[in-house]
């Protein structure tokens, strides 16, 4: 059975689990958008196979069209691997959250 091909956002999409996340979800016959900060980060998600949407989810604008895919992968924007979760970055991923969900 031949699954249906979805379109994926993905935040955080130039680090180290966003990238795994694009390149999966590409092998697996997808459109993968991937939320990145700057243009060499875009250069990340174009070698994964995604395709690059430059913005900052802590803020509205553009990249907020994109989101409206079939999926949205939200990540971690920092490696938090032995380390406590700070109410900054508790605050960063509930606004980016809330950002995703509204229309530009």
Same mark, same amino acid.
């Given at each position: 059975?031949?699954?249906?091909?979805?379109?994926?956002?993905?935040?955080?999409?130039?680090?180290?689990?966003?990238?795994?996340?694009?390149? $999966?979800? %590409?092998?697996?016959?997808? @459109?993968?958008? !991937?939320?990145?900060?700057?243009?060499? /980060? *875009?250069?990340? =998600?174009?070698?994964?196979?995604? $395709?690059? %949407?430059?913005?900052?989810? @802590?803020?509205? !604008?553009?990249?907020?069209?994109?989101? /409206? *895919?079939?999926? =949205?992968?939200?990540?971690?924007?920092?490696?938090?691997?032995?380390?406590?979760?700070?109410? !900054?970055?508790?605050?960063?991923?509930? /606004?980016?959250?809330?950002?995703?969900?509204?229309?530009?």
């Amino acid at each position: 059975m031949e699954s249906e091909r979805a379109t994926a956002f993905v935040t955080e999409a130039a680090g180290f689990m966003g990238a795994e996340l694009v390149k $999966v979800l %590409v092998d697996r016959g997808h @459109r993968v958008l !991937g939320l990145v900060p700057s243009l060499d /980060a *875009a250069e990340h =998600v174009r070698r994964a196979g995604g $395709v690059p %949407v430059i913005g900052d989810m @802590r803020k509205p !604008g553009r990249w907020q069209d994109e989101a /409206a *895919a079939d999926w =949205v992968f939200q990540l971690p924007s920092q490696d938090i691997r032995g380390s406590r979760m700070t109410e !900054g970055y508790v605050a960063t991923g509930v /606004a980016g959250s809330a950002a995703a969900a509204e229309p530009a």
